[in-house]
């Protein structure tokens, strides 16, 4: 009998493009988890806060560089691996100002004083959070013919 097939390159790349939805679930919530912190003024939730927003960001970092060494099949995949870089830059770039308005109400005397840094910071985000949502759609692998 045949051994059983390892992962196609489709798979692998469609098995990467389902996680960074995961992932960018992950984000979201850990934004608003940083919202409603600031406005409870809620300390306890800080150091869970950063630790899984800093899990999250290993996590992305780890997506995108094993993502970018998946086979191509001879170019039938180069624009889907390309899509998949882009998304994940994209949710990095996130996840980067996400962990940094952590790290800086962590390290704030008071939520009062970072308070609005912290949402000025989670609104320049968005914009890496709209250019996600708009094309993670438009951009689901297709197998090649």
Known sequence: GRDEPAPDAFEQIESAYAQLAELEQDVEKSE????Q???DGDDAALEDGLEAAQ???ISVSNLISDSSVLDDED???AEDLEHLQTLGSWLRNRCDILTAAWERAADAPSFSDVADS???SLDAASDYARLFDENYDEWKPVPAE
């Open 32 to 35: 608003d988890a940083l919202r």
């Open 37 to 39: 912190a600031c406005e």
């Open 55 to 57: 899990a999250t960001s």
């Open 75 to 77: 170019g039938a995949y």
């Open 118 to 120: 912290v949402a000025a």
